[in-house]
């Protein structure tokens, strides 16, 4: 088999770079046939690793390429919809949540992502670190204080 990719391998073909199976074209994927595309076996994970294809990144970059930041982005896009839409009814329309069973089927949905991840990705993140996320909001950790004036 030749190199490892982030969605397909092939002899021919080399390093496949920016896309994924599921969420964009990717030049060198586009040359192999559908019956010669494969899953991806597990590989380890390299220090300055592009979070998209797994190919070396720079040191200071969390991606190789623009196009592998926008299929990055563009999976984390198209799976939040769905949660979202799920989350939000299950916050906010408790009765119709509980009917529905939608905390399991969040959890399932989250299961499926996952399993996705290892079969098409080589078992890559495709999260953002939660350290990161509420670094660039900290107003979703702030604590409210009420204090009242008293005597």
Do not use: I
């Amino acid at each position: 088999m030749g190199a490892l990719t982030h969605g397909m391998a092939d002899e021919r073909v080399g390093v496949c770079r920016g896309a994924s199976r599921h969420y964009g074209a990717c030049e060198a994927a586009q040359s192999v046939e559908a019956d010669e595309r494969r899953p991806v076996a597990m590989t380890t994970a390299r220090v300055h690793a592009c979070a998209e294809c797994g190919e070396a990144a720079p040191a200071a970059a969390e991606f190789c390429s623009p196009a592998c930041r926008h299929t990055f982005n563009n999976r984390r896009r198209l799976r939040g919809a769905e949660l979202y839409d799920l989350y939000m009814a299950h916050r906010f329309e408790r009765p119709l949540a509980k009917v529905l069973g939608l905390l399991q089927a969040m959890n399932r949905l989250a299961s499926n992502y996952r399993a996705e991840d290892a079969l098409w990705r080589a078992g890559r993140k495709s999260w953002r670190a939660p350290q990161d996320v509420l670094a660039t909001r900290p107003h979703l950790k702030a604590k409210r204080w009420f204090v009242r004036a008293g005597r």
